[in-house]
């Protein structure tokens, strides 16, 4: 039973626009999500998260925007860079602190 | 600090052996959990390893098992290998004050012939 899904394999942009993925959960007991970076041949790379009692947190380059009422959140990239190509990943957790991932997003920015 | 380290990176082995998997820990965790990683697809929850106990487990067989050191590294140990097996097994790291934020290490990549 697949609880995180993302449902965009892959996506491209152009260096210095918004890079937009997105990520949808079924499991209303998630109050954690995070977002991992993942290359090829690393582990995953923690990026940002967001507790569920707030709708968006920023870093730098990267906001997470959280719809509790739709079970939906997205990552936004701004603005996109050649370095930021590689595969993401939307995890959730509730209090037992395992993470369920999504089947990630292949980022890909085009110079 | 050396962050989470897993050993070996690589492994190849046959059906119905055995393997062992390693992992430190990122200096000032204590809780170790184990993922495994299917081409294409996301990490997989195996099960989480806190004060030398196993605290939650993830829908695998009995075939995986693990354990946990004093020094907070852990084992990931899989009986009975099938093909199935063969993925990329990741180890993540974390403290209980701050679960958010779990660091993985680089991986072991099963082969499994």
């Known amino acids: 039973d697949q609880q995180v899904k993302q449902n965009s394999p892959s996506l491209s942009v152009q260096e210095g626009r918004i890079s937009i993925l997105n990520c949808d959960y079924t499991?209303?007991?998630?109050?954690?999500f995070l977002w991992y970076k993942k290359y090829p041949a690393e582990g995953p790379t923690f990026l940002i998260s967001?507790?569920?009692?707030?709708d968006k947190n920023e870093d730098g380059r990267f906001t997470v925007f959280l719809n509790k009422s739709a079970k939906h959140l997205s990552l936004h990239i701004v603005p996109s860079q050649p370095g930021d190509s590689a595969v993401y990943f939307c995890?959730?957790?509730?209090?037992?602190?395992?993470?369920?991932f999504g089947a990630g997003t292949t980022v890909t920015v085009r110079a | 600090d050396a962050g989470v380290t897993q050993s070996p990176t690589h492994l190849i082995k046959t059906r119905g052996q055995q393997v062992t998997l390693r992992c430190s820990p990122k200096?000032?965790?204590?809780?170790v959990s184990w993922y495994q990683q299917a081409l294409g697809q996301g990490p997989q929850f195996i099960f989480q390893?806190?004060?030398?106990?196993?605290?939650q487990r993830g829908n695998f067989p009995d075939r995986f098992s693990g354990h946990q050191f004093p020094n907070y590294s852990s084992e990931l140990n899989v009986n009975a290998l099938l093909l199935g097996d063969s993925a990329l097994y990741l180890c993540?790291?974390?403290?209980?004050?701050?679960?958010?934020?779990?660091?993985f290490g680089p991986g072991t990549r099963l082969t499994v012939l």
């Open positions: 995890a959730a957790s509730s209090n037992d602190y395992k993470l369920s």
């Open positions: 499991n209303s007991m998630f109050d954690y």
């Open positions: 967001i507790s569920s009692i707030k």
């Open positions: 200096s000032g965790h204590d809780t």
């Open positions: 390893y806190y004060e030398e106990e196993e605290r």
């Open positions: 993540a790291s974390f403290g209980l004050a701050v679960h958010n934020e779990q660091f």
